[in-house]
């Protein structure tokens, strides 16, 4: 008896991979690495301290890379849901493109070197935040939370709320409440942020079997959360101004852009239920996207005229 | 073992394979010009400062 008795191998089992260069870098969630990398710069500018320019540029690598890893741990550990949902069904691995034993080594691989170069290069502080983060989203959010709980993404949103922390804690080696005011602002955020995308994604989520708060708790009670979130987010926005570390000008930024999305958020919580068009709640969704990017704008804005200043 | 019971790879295979093969070169050489000017940065003159 032969021990290997076949002689071809079935359907793709050993085949070469048709995977390119950009379903990898896709795997990397290059729109949220973008906001990730823009708020950690926020953060090295806001820090009372000068690095090394280039130093500056490594660290803000090394982190954009750190999300990118875990964004490509989770599209490994949520092929099966992503395939599900219109939104997320042509990410490389639903469509076929990238196997997900590729995925999995991508993801593994790219968090071991962000999080040594990080450490090597700025400081072991900011590198354990950033394999912290890594592991809070991949493990905690995605393995574990976003699957079982509706609170899934406020407690998630710690992971989306550190790179201003890490990028603070790059240039000077410690975690302050300042950094933590930051991270406050992302944190209370994300909520409204993704619930306002549920609202009218209920279906998406549904089948995918995601228990998002419109899917448990209903509409009603989702807009009422939302709106408080809003308020929340509107009080920690001018939290920098009145705790010394942001000039007045931008307090009456951050007052206007917070005054924007609580008047958002209102509107969706007089939005009819059943309101299938879901007007106020895609308006909300564009808003808070324009709303984080324009505060941590002025944020960045104000800082370096400080820093020129004095 | 005859040819013919081997794999053969396609066009678009290969072709998905070059573009691969380029992205980890020029990743790896990125990443070797980082660690080096980092660690010029990072250490400074000392780097060069040691007994003879």
């Keep these: 008896m032969a021990l290997v008795e076949r002689k071809h191998v079935d359907g793709d089992v050993g085949r070469l991979s048709e995977a390119t ?8 969630k290059p729109r949220v ?3 990730v990398v823009f708020t950690a710069f926020v953060g090295m500018v806001l820090a009372p301290a ?23 741990l989770n599209m490994w550990y949520d092929a099966d849901i992503d395939a599900k949902m219109a939104r997320t069904a042509g990410r490389p691995l639903p469509r076929g493109r990238v196997a997900p034993g590729e995925a999995l080594g991508f993801g593994l691989f790219l968090s071991a070197f962000s999080v040594m170069t990080l450490g090597l290069m700025a400081n072991w502080l900011a590198a354990s935040l950033l394999a912290f983060t890594i592991f809070f989203y991949v493990v905690i959010y995605t393995m574990w939370l976003k699957r079982s709980t509706p609170q899934n993404i406020v407690i998630g949103g710690a992971a989306g709320a550190l790179p201003p922390v890490i990028g603070w804690a790059a240039i000077t080696g410690s975690v302050t409440l300042e950094s933590l005011v930051l991270f406050l602002i992302i944190f209370l955020w994300t909520p409204p942020h993704f619930w306002a995308l549920a609202l009218f994604k209920t279906g998406d989520y549904a089948r995918a079997g995601i228990p998002m708060m419109p ?21 920690s926005g001018v939290l920098p101004s009145v705790l010394g570390f942001a000039s007045m000008a931008y307090g009456a930024v951050a007052a206007v ?10 509107h969706v919580l007089r939005m009819a239920d059943g309101d299938r068009a879901m007007g106020p709640a895609k308006a909300l969704f564009a808003y808070s996207l324009v709303y984080l990017f324009a505060i941590f704008a002025a944020l960045l804005v104000d800082g370096m005229i400080s820093r020129v200043g004095g | 073992m005859p040819d013919d019971d081997r794999i053969k790879p396609t066009e678009k ?22 660690v080096y000017l980092g660690s010029l940065m990072k250490l400074g003159p000392s780097l060069f400062d040691r007994a003879m």
């Excluded at chain 1, 000068?50 to 875990?70: D, E, K, Q, S, Y």
């Design chain 1, 21 to 28: 260069a950009g379903d990898f870098i896709a795997l990397l």
């Design chain 1, 215 to 235: 899917n448990v708790a209903g509409e009603g009670h989702t807009k009422r959360q939302i709106f408080a979130y809003a308020v929340l987010v509107a009080a």
């Design chain 1, 33 to 35: 690495m973008s906001l």
């Design chain 1, 257 to 266: 852009l917070g005054g924007g999305f609580v008047w958002y958020s209102w």
């Design chain 2, 13 to 34: 295979e290969l072709k998905a394979r070059r573009n691969r093969s380029i992205a980890i070169a020029l990743a790896l050489a990125a990443f070797v010009i980082i």
């Design chain 1, 50 to 72: 000068t690095p090394n320019p280039l130093l500056a540029v490594i660290a803000i690598l090394a982190i954009a890379v750190g999300a990118g890893a875990a964004g490509a």
